[in-house]
């Protein structure tokens, strides 16, 4: 599932869906037997969040973003660190993600997203914890 939202290539998704199916029995009679399933099966039914953090160059460190989103609890998400220029060139054809990102300003800039749809980017540390944590808010 994790591939799919990289790759935005559906046919990770069938497999996925294909292999949560063939295991539907045995979830329903022991499902915490399966733990590592379960996360499975709460990915597929959510919106995964699709987190890309761009340098600007390789001198640049993305670590206050990084360091940022490891205090935020947000399980599904899929995230991918990427240098403009040739890196992200590289990148974009197994991760099209990327397409369109840059380094606003020659700045490390996060673009956080949902569906491939992205709030406004930012370099800025706290409006990117604003964002994740927006993200991972539980909506009844």
Do not use: W
């Amino acid at each position: 599932m994790r591939l799919a939202e990289f790759t935005v290539d559906d046919r990770y998704r069938s497999r996925a869906d294909e292999t949560l199916a063939g295991f539907g029995a045995v979830l329903e009679g022991a499902p915490t037997g399966l733990a590592k399933m379960l996360s499975a099966i709460d990915f597929r039914l959510d919106t995964p969040k699709e987190i890309v953090i761009v340098k600007p160059d390789e001198s640049a460190s993305a670590e206050p973003m990084v360091s940022r989103l490891r205090q935020t609890f947000l399980p599904n998400k899929v995230v991918t660190v990427a240098t403009q220029g040739a890196n992200i060139d590289a990148q974009k054809r197994l991760v099209p993600l990327l397409e369109g990102r840059k380094a606003i300003g020659g700045r490390v800039t996060e673009y956080v997203c949902e569906a491939q749809v992205c709030k406004l980017p930012t370099s800025d540390p706290a409006v990117f914890a604003h964002q994740i944590a927006s993200a991972s808010a539980i909506v009844p």
